[in-house]
């Protein structure tokens, strides 16, 4: 028995454009592709042409059929994610309007969407101070639920059973990754603010999150001696002393974030100022309202 398949014309059309802004790909390819191989397979194609708006005559048209000197209007699919993401106006001839309201309810603007902004930097670094002032801009902004994740407070209430050991340290880590995914995914804001030292873990988190919405590594890079001059419970002294094993900064590596969306100086700056620049990043990245 043959199956019959249908290949829409438009296949191939967003997989990109060259140096030149032209389709890799012609509208038609996937097709013809098809085509040569139909006998082998056993696999009948049912086609279909790559359909357009003709603007004159409000009504959609084979794309090959269409005379010159005629307005064609079309939107692709990558430029259809845009308008969604960004809240743009999608107009009555692309799609019927209950479509759009559904299409806008999975896929609502980035100002709408939730995220994850993730402090990381040294013991002492101000990671949580920056991170409980954001909070409250953020809550007094209002729209979303806001959730601080804390190095201190998960140690305590979610991880109080691990050590320090690299793969106890991965395992925090990758915890506070996937609650700060689910947060993101019901459309919330997690901040959190973990030490965070080693590149790969936060690279996998990075991923946990961005299937929901946005992740936003924040490093607060202040020097070592900054942070144990702020040291108040002298544990960097303790480290020093080898009271303290696996002490990130002193007897355990920490990898400096390469290519963080921001990086904060924060000595001889203000929290509040921190907080600001991060509202700024925030803002310009279209997650939250100017």
């Excluded at 402090?119 to 409250?136: C, D, E, P, Q, W």
């Excluded at 001059?229 to 400096?256: H, Q």
């Excluded at 921001?262 to 600001?276: F, I, K, M, S």
Aim: proline share 4%; net charge negative; charged share 30%.
């Amino acid at each position: 028995m043959v199956a019959l398949i249908s290949l829409w014309a438009a296949t191939t059309q967003d997989e990109g454009k060259n140096s030149d802004g032209e389709d890799f790909y012609g509208p038609y390819d996937a097709q013809e592709l098809f085509r040569t191989v139909e006998s082998e397979i056993g696999v009948e194609m049912v086609d279909f042409k790559h359909m357009v708006y003709v603007q004159e005559r409000a009504q959609y048209e084979p794309a090959d059929k269409v005379e010159d000197g005629l307005t064609v209007l079309n939107i692709s699919g990558t430029e259809l994610r845009r308008r969604l993401a960004e809240g743009l106006d999608i107009p009555e001839w692309f799609s019927f309007p209950q479509v759009v309201t559904e299409l806008r309810k999975s896929r609502p603007p980035r100002d709408k969407q939730g995220f994850t902004v993730f402090f990381t930097g040294l013991s002492g670094s101000g990671k949580s101070t920056i991170a409980n002032a954001l909070m409250v801009k953020l809550m007094e902004m209002g729209g979303r639920p806001v959730t601080l994740l804390d190095g201190d407070i998960v140690r305590k209430n979610l991880s109080s059973e691990l050590g320090f050991s690299k793969a106890h340290r991965d395992l925090n880590i990758r915890r506070i990754g996937y609650v700060a995914s689910e947060i993101t995914k019901n459309g919330g804001i997690a901040i959190c603010a973990p030490i965070a030292p080693y590149a790969t873990t936060r690279h996998a988190v990075r991923g946990d999150v961005e299937v929901f919405g946005a992740f936003i590594e924040v490093h607060v890079a202040t020097s070592i001696d900054e942070c144990e001059r702020r040291d108040r419970k002298g544990l960097y002294k303790l480290a020093r002393a080898g009271k303290i094993k696996e002490f990130t900064g002193i007897s355990d590596p920490y990898d400096v974030p390469k290519t963080p969306e921001l990086r904060l100086e924060t000595e001889h700056v203000e929290v509040d100022n921190c907080a600001h620049q991060v509202l700024l990043k925030l803002e310009s990245m279209g997650l939250i309202g100017a």
